[in-house]
């Protein structure tokens, strides 16, 4: 406040309370009842300042919290957050492997590079498109190679970087990255960890999460597909997402990255080790090295290098890489590496599934170690034996188990789940039961009849898994085409 102002309100205060005091002796108050009734005001004014004092003293603040008013707080914390374009020189060719993704981001560079062309015909591109992968699969790194060949800028964001303690933060930092881009546009916005802003919104409210997607969703519906901003995000949790992300005209390209197969890992290592004084055999490690991601193999290699450099050696060689293995395995725990028995066990269990699918005719194109590529049903018309003979081929996994170990083990949960989910559409939306008003019973009777009916598949089918699973456990990946194949041979 003003000098002048603190002074024009003291004289106002002193004329209101001897105006104040004169009016109450009118009216036949003492001076003695007049000081009586300050002095208890007093008290009870002193008596309120303690407690103000005290609840200030005890009551718990917010260490990261800045000192100041609300919004001096908002813009303290925003200070740090600052949004740049980068420019990619990542290529397709830095990214090794992972073809399909590759194949599939292809379209979305020409169209970043020649807009008119697809406007011309009508076109319309994803304005988003989702990369669902483990961590350390590459998905900052494809989508730095689609703005490094495609020549745009690239915005890179975390999704935990928006969100902050304060409500309005988040969406107010959404709406800066958007409007950034969309000057530079054609650009590339990449959003890592999306689940961060995206998960489904549970019991647990969270309002400045709920804002920040909001102003995400909005800021989605609201340009147009031509601006030529393209919104890639990445996820390992896609199955947390909230529907709405999902959404037609939100992020409704979707893209698996998987964990690299033996022959990627080959690649990425070849990568790795270009120029380094390496003698041995690439494939070798490859094959030691099952579960590790892109990120494990790099660090691997380097790992590698310093111990052969430690060791005053003139060359790396396998037995560095075998030094090493377990510290690279140990520093990042989330990656997957499995024994020969676990390797064993899922060789079995995919190998079951790859031929009952071969047999019943549910189509994929490839089944490898730790993963198969059926396809969910999305068609309007399915018939009821599709979607049986596709719940017997996610039970024969465990049915061969059974049959090779004589145990259960934890890796069947997911089909397991997903033959209970397909049974219960089948039984209670499709109305494909005994009775059209249905109840829980019947899919479990279902999921019985179906689990029969793969044991019974599975022996007469043994001797073609058998050969299945070993071409499993030698290439970690099995085609269809190999399958018919071996199936062909055996007949
Ligand atoms: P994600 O985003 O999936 O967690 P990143 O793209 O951040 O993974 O990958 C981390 C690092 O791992 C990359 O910078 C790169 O060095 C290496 N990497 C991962 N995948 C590959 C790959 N397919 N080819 C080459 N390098 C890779």
């Given amino acids: 406040m003003q000098k002048n102002n603190k002074l024009l309100v003291t004289v106002l205060l002193l004329i209101a309370v001897l105006l104040g005091v004169s009016m109450l002796q009118q009216k036949g108050f003492t001076m003695r009842d007049l000081l009586n009734d300050i002095l208890a005001g007093f008290i009870v004014f002193g008596f309120f300042l303690l ?34 374009a980068q420019k990619s020189d990542v290529t397709f060719d830095d990214v090794a492997g992972i073809n399909e993704v590759k194949e599939e981001l292809v379209e979305i560079v020409d169209f970043l590079q020649n807009p008119e062309k697809y406007k011309k015909f009508g076109i319309k591109m994803p304005k988003g498109v989702l990369l669902v992968g483990p961590p350390g699969v590459g998905k900052t790194l494809i989508a730095k190679a689609v703005a490094g060949e495609a020549g745009v800028p690239f915005f890179y964001q975390s999704g935990a970087g928006f969100v902050q303690m304060f409500v309005g933060i988040g969406a107010k930092r959404v709406k800066n990255l958007f409007a950034k881009a969309k000057q530079n546009a054609p650009a590339i916005i990449f959003i890592d960890e999306i689940d961060a802003i995206g998960k489904a919104r549970g019991a647990l409210r969270n309002d400045e999460r709920e804002a920040t997607l909001n102003q995400l969703l909005t800021e989605m519906d609201g340009f147009e597909k031509s601006e030529g901003v393209i919104v890639i995000a990445a996820t390992n949790k896609v199955d947390l997402l909230d529907d709405a992300l999902l959404r037609a005209g939100r992020f409704d390209r979707r893209v698996y990255v998987e964990l690299p197969g033996l022959e990627d890992r080959e690649e990425i290592l070849k990568i790795y ?15 030691m090295t099952v579960g590790f991601s892109g990120a ?19 060359e790396i060689t396998i037995d560095d890489f075998l030094a090493v293995k377990d510290k690279v395995l140990a520093g990042k725990k989330k990656i997957l590496s499995y024994t020969e028995q676990e390797k064993k066990i899922l060789s079995f269990y995919q190998a079951a599934k790859a031929v009952t699918a071969n047999w019943l005719e549910v189509d994929f194109e490839k089944m490898s170690l730790v993963k198969d590529d059926f ?17 017997q081929v996610y039970l024969s996994g465990l049915v061969c188990i059974e049959d090779i170990f004589n145990e259960k083990y934890s890796n069947a949960s997911s089909d397991i789940k997903k033959a209970k989910e397909l049974a219960t ?22 999921l019985e009849k179906s689990y029969k009916r793969a044991q019974i598949l599975y022996v007469s089918q043994k001797e073609v898994i058998l050969k299945v699973q070993q071409k499993l456990l030698e290439k970690e990946v099995v085609t269809k085409a190999e399958v018919k194949e071996i199936f062909s041979e055996i007949l």
């Fill in 51 to 84: 407690i103000v004092a005290l609840i200030r003293k005890f009551a718990p603040t917010n260490p990261n919290m800045p000192n100041g008013s609300v919004q001096a707080q908002m813009e303290e914390v925003d200070k740090d957050f600052i949004i740049d």
């Fill in 273 to 287: 080790l270009k120029d380094k004084p390496f003698n041995g055999d690439v494939k070798e490690i490859a094959k």
């Fill in 296 to 314: 494990a193999l790099a660090s691997l290699v380097n790992e590698a290098s310093i111990y052969a450099l430690n060791h005053n050696k003139n």
């Fill in 375 to 391: 396809k969910e049903i999305d068609r309007e018309l399915v018939s009821k034996s599709e979607i049986e003979a596709k719940i």
């Fill in 425 to 446: 559409k089948m039984i209670t939306e499709y109305g494909m039961g005994d009775k059209i008003v249905s109840n829980e019973m019947e899919v479990a009777t279902l």
